[in-house]
């Protein structure tokens, strides 16, 4: 642009100069920028667009969405920041403005070391242990509500808790949510619930905000007193990246106030369609058993006895005969194996009777007084004796006796 | 009369009782009849517990006392 005769160039010529002049400035690709948060929107693409600025000045900035998603709050204006990014032209608009990759609250390093040392203090002392949560009851009659009466998030907590389970009476008690007259209303809140009036379960938070606004929710007094309450309580501070230290003492913690009042409450809708089953099943059930008893005493009437007893009798009769038939069987074969045994037996007898010997041919002789005739001592000549063969007896009168020979030369034993 | 001060959640729990024992299927014919009546009439409270009209929404005063929500919200 040097020459004297100046060339003339378009709107869109002159941004994209200015544009590549910034963006290829080595020192502003990263740049740490200190200021406060001003017109902060989110759009539904999820890209934010806000104001940084300071006393005197302003500066455009843009966080798109995939860097906005590692935000660990939720900005807010008024929120003092530091913010890290390159300075850029948005070409259109001939604007420059920042790209904001991280961004972190400025001036918080001390809130944070209170947060922490408190939190490891009472956890030290088991406040926050698990094994102390206590259920939240189901079926709810009462819910004590304690938060800003004007707030977005006592609104969201009526609606949601009216439309899922009507019949829960909601009570609110109204508290002051920031500031340095918070703690004593949330004290104040969770010692009317806790002791002075049947409540079944208590919501203790508040909506999004700094976590300066959220610190009351810190406070050792407010935690100790969550982790004391005689009523199960559940946290709901701020936004789902929020974990204040009454959130780890409750016996349940949810995200927003929101995702409480649906923790307090069953849902309606799976009540209803849960009776309805009970109803169908009640009916299916009795239904069931009156046709059970229908079938037995259908099956009953109709069983032979009731429809045919002659047969019945008849059928007995068969057993019976088919019984003592085989009755005397068992008999008969009883009283033929006794037959054979004493066959048997009388056999063995007969081998023993001393008078069968006489059957083969040997004959036995007695004096006249039945003695056995032993010896030729016994006897004298013209003396009767008897001989007994096998089918008779012959009467003899002795002639002469005879020593046997072996007798003679003095052997007295019997060859017999 | 008693089943007018019946909770919700006591009348449920009768009711799971009802069917657990028609389920096993022991009740005399009288006995089940009577726990269908009794099990149909706890349906019906159920149903009206649950569909009550009356929405009961109170805000705790500085004295204690309990008032409707939507009249005093302004005042405080």
């Known amino acids: 642009m040097e020459q004297t005769e100046r060339e003339v160039i378009s709107v869109t010529e002159l941004n994209l100069y200015i544009k590549d002049k910034i963006e290829s400035d080595f020192l502003l690709r990263g740049i740490l920028v200190r200021g406060e948060i ?76 209170a947060y922490e040392n408190l939190k490891a203090k009472l956890n030290a002392e088991g406040l926050f242990d698990e094994n102390k949560k206590r259920p939240i009851p189901e079926f709810p009659n009462r819910i004590g509500v304690i938060t800003s009466p004007t707030g977005a998030a006592v609104r969201d907590i009526i609606n949601i808790t009216g439309r899922r389970y009507p019949s829960a009476e909601v009570v609110v008690y109204p508290a002051i949510v920031q500031g340095s007259e918070s703690v004593p209303t949330l004290l104040a809140g969770l010692n009317y619930f806790g002791y002075t009036k049947l409540t079944d379960v208590i919501i203790i938070g508040r909506g999004g905000g700094s976590i300066e606004d959220l610190w009351s929710f810190n406070d050792e007094r407010v935690v100790r007193a969550v982790a004391a309450s005689p009523v199960p309580v559940i946290s709901a501070v701020g936004h789902e990246t929020d974990f204040t230290l009454c959130d780890f003492a409750a016996d349940l913690r949810a995200p927003t106030p929101s995702a409480a009042a649906e923790c307090a409450t069953p849902d309606r809708e799976q009540l209803t369609e849960r009776i309805a089953q009970t109803k169908s099943r009640l009916t299916v059930l009795t239904e069931k058993e009156i046709s059970a008893r229908k079938d037995k005493l259908k099956r009953l ?33 009883q009283i033929q194996n006794k037959k054979t045994e004493l066959k048997e037996h009388t056999a063995t007898l007969n081998a ?65 | 009369m008693e089943k007018k001060k019946m909770s919700f959640e006591e009348a449920l729990a009768r009711l799971d009782e009802i069917v657990g024992s028609m389920e096993n299927g022991k009740a005399e014919l009288d006995e089940l009849l009577s726990l269908f009546e009794e099990g149909v009439s706890l349906v019906k409270l159920c149903n009206s517990k649950l569909n009550s009209a009356e929405r009961k929404i109170k805000l705790v005063k500085a004295n204690g006392d309990e008032v409707p929500f939507e009249n005093t919200a302004e005042e405080i």
Request: proline residues 2%.
């Open chain 1, 38 to 113: 001003s017109n902060f929107k989110r759009y539904s693409s999820g890209h934010c667009y806000f104001t940084l600025k300071d006393e005197a000045c302003a500066v455009r900035a843009v966080m798109f969405k995939f860097d906005a998603l590692s935000l660990n709050f939720q900005p807010t204006d008024g929120m003092k920041v530091i913010a890290l990014g390159r300075a850029g032209v948005y070409e259109r608009d001939g604007q420059y403005q920042l790209y904001v990759s991280q961004m972190r609250q400025d001036g918080l390093g001390s809130l944070y070391e």
């Open chain 1, 301 to 333: 009437s109709s069983s032979r006895v009731l429809t045919d007893p002659q047969n019945f009798i008849l059928d007995r009769k068969v057993a019976l005969d088919i019984i003592t038939e085989k009755l005397t069987d068992k008999l008969k074969i």
């Open chain 1, 352 to 416: 023993l009777n001393p008078l069968s010997v006489l059957s083969r041919g040997y004959s036995a002789a007695f004096d006249e007084n039945g003695n056995v005739i032993k010896s030729i001592n016994q006897i004298k000549n013209g003396e009767k004796i008897s001989t007994k063969v096998s089918d008779g007896t012959i009467i003899s009168t002795v002639m002469s006796t005879e020593m046997n020979e072996v007798k003679k030369h003095g052997k007295e034993k019997n060859e017999f």
